[in-house]
């Protein structure tokens, strides 16, 4: 029997942003492991803000298993926090208590910097490169440089070995920043893979000597671009019924809830969405057609197919948790009536 490489993935207790952490467990498997094959595991949550010292075991519950293509006879293994009963749910464990819907569909566009030595990558060690403008979706080497398309296209070849579902990649308006987008039903599924593509992405820049910054802004308040995690949604009423009224009634309670949104689009959002660089002001809901400006987009398909399909809330950030995130999109939709 093959002896598997199970890396057992799990985040943190670290609060606002959460850390991804991981151990690799050895096991004999006839073929690659069904989820309900793989067994609980524990470790020492004194270390990652999850446990005191003197009772600080804390239990590995797998939910979600893909093939791990760096290793022979890998698996990268998605993980739950449980407390030691190994049926509570860990404070930190957010995954276990969010809304979900099979027939909810989430498109995750994630934005990030390639970091080198504290600055994003193809900066210049003073000052700065030339302005934004030929960044974005840019070619050659003076707008990409010459390490960070290769390691673009490596994470999602990994990523598409592993079954996630990336819908593509691009690079970003400020330099040294890309994104990549990731589609699932369900709210779960989608914010695994967000998960499971950022543990890739911060692997395989191990080798590279590079970091990923996630942060919202990390160039703070200067005319470079900020990061973000549009969450593009759609439920099954919105795709098959909708209409104008529930579109209307929809906005409206997107705006009513403003505050619980913003405090689960990650941290520091503020200093992002200040009405520059693409975005509306984090206090103030808005909705425009097309409208890059506004908390929540509507593509023009949406309204040519009779307010039918999918919107994009744009304000969600780089470094929000995408397990919070769509909950609260599902929380807000499941408040406003469908007759
Ligand atoms: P842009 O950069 O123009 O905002 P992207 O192409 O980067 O757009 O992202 C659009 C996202 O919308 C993709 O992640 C895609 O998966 C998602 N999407 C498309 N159709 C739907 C749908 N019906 N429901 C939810 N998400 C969707
Ligand atoms: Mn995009
Ligand atoms: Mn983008
Ligand atoms: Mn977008």
Redesign the pocket.
């Known amino acids: 029997m093959p002896k598997f490489k199970l890396e057992y993935i799990w985040l943190d207790g670290y609060e606002p942003v959460q850390n991804l952490r991981s151990k690799t467990q050895v096991k004999e498997f006839d073929s690659f492991p069904t989820l309900a094959q793989l067994p609980l595991w524990g470790f020492d949550g004194s270390s990652t803000m999850q446990a005191e010292g003197h009772s600080s075991d804390c239990v590995l519950k797998p939910v979600a298993v893909y093939p791990d293509a760096t290793r022979t006879n890998g698996a990268l293994v998605m993980c739950e926090v449980m407390m030691p009963d190994g049926e509570t749910p860990h404070v930190s464990n957010h995954r276990s208590t969010i809304l979900d819907d099979a027939d909810a569909?989430?498109?995750?566009?994630q934005e990030y910097f390639f970091y080198e030595n504290g600055r994003p990558l193809g900066f210049p060690e003073q000052g700065f490169p030339a302005p934004q403008g030929p960044y974005y979706t840019g070619i050659g080497f003076k707008n990409v440089g010459n390490i960070a398309r290769q390691i673009v296209e490596e994470h999602l070849d990994l990523c598409l070995a592993a079954g996630i579902n990336h819908?593509?990649i691009?690079a970003e308006v400020a330099k040294g920043q890309w994104?990549f987008?990731?589609?699932g039903k369900g709210s779960r599924t989608a914010a695994d893979q967000i998960w499971v593509a950022r543990y890739i992405l911060l692997r395989l820049c191990e080798t590279y000597g590079l970091d990923i910054e996630w942060h919202c802004k990390p160039l703070g308040d200067t005319d470079w671009n900020g990061s973000g995690m549009?969450c593009?949604?759609?439920t099954k009423f919105m795709?098959e019924t909708g209409g104008k009224a529930y579109f209307e009634a929809l906005m409206a309670q997107f705006g009513k809830n403003l505050e619980d949104h913003i405090s689960v689009y990650g941290p520091d959002n503020h200093l992002r969405l200040t009405g520059k660089h693409e975005t509306a002001p984090w206090n103030k809901f808005s909705y425009g057609i097309a409208d890059?400006g506004a908390s929540v987009?509507v593509p023009h398909s949406f309204v040519n197919n009779g307010y039918k399909?999918?919107l994009?809330d744009r304000r969600p950030n780089s470094q929000g948790c995408p397990y919070r995130i769509a909950s609260q999109v599902l929380k807000t939709v499941s408040e406003v009536p469908t007759k």
């Open positions: 569909w989430f498109g995750f566009e819908e593509g691009n994104e987008q990731i589609f549009h593009n949604f759609s795709r890059r987009r399909g999918y994009e």
